[in-house]
């Protein structure tokens, strides 16, 4: 058996903020809406383009147009400002020379998953990747996948995330979970096994 590491991407791997607030906004103004602040819009992040379309766009008849602007414009700019953030990779470089096998589950689509990773330069870091087109966090079903693909110890694996979703999944999963104080999401009251404040502190917490 293996021991894997599984990341959440948004807020985790890599600060997305700025590009999701920019797509978010020029969603908004397609049908209508007035731009929000950044940090309003990131406050909608982490539980899949669904429910951040339904946080942006109040009235149900707009939110069809406003996913597809979304979509669309976010496909071309998804990584204009998006990348990992600092001592993200060297942390990565390290856990792979412990012996970790890494993995990627995120509630985000799969086509803008893949294409993130491939253009933040990571992806070759990664031995199982999980978007968001099939169950999403906090339902455990990614998190299992990974497991019997990589064939993991669940005892001996964890969950590392920035929201209260990666925890539930984390949890239900059999896992054990670390939580990312630098992301943009919250705990919301979750115990975790531990939490870090920078990600150089992957490797001083998860180090062989």
Not at 30 to 52: E, F, N, R, T
Not at 53 to 61: D, K, S
Not at 129 to 154: A, H, N, Y
Request: net charge negative.
């Amino acid at each position: 058996m293996t021991r894997v590491l599984i990341f959440d991407l948004d807020g985790t791997l890599i600060d997305s903020r700025a590009d999701l607030a920019a797509s978010g906004n020029h969603a908004r103004g397609v049908v209508g809406l007035p731009a929000l602040p950044l940090a309003q819009v990131v406050s909608y992040v982490g539980d899949g383009v669904d429910k951040l379309i339904e946080r942006l766009v109040p009235e149900v008849a707009k939110r069809v147009s406003a996913k597809h602007a979304f979509e669309q414009h976010y496909a071309v700019h998804c990584c204009d400002a998006t990348r990992p953030f600092a001592g993200l990779v060297e942390a990565l470089d390290r856990l792979r020379s412990d012996g970790w096998l890494l993995a990627v589950a995120t509630n985000k689509p799969d086509v803008f998953t893949n294409a993130i990773l491939r253009g933040c330069g990571i992806a070759e870091h990664f031995a199982a990747v999980r978007g968001g087109d099939g169950p999403r966090k906090p339902d455990p079903g990614q998190l299992r996948s990974i497991l019997r693909e990589l064939q993991g110890d669940t005892a001996q694996s964890w969950m590392i995330g920035d929201h209260h979703t990666d925890i539930r999944a984390g949890r239900a999963a059999g896992c054990r979970v670390l939580f990312c104080s630098w992301g943009m999401g919250h705990a919301d009251g979750e115990a975790v096994d531990a939490t870090i404040a920078h990600p150089a502190d992957l490797v001083r917490v998860l180090g062989a």
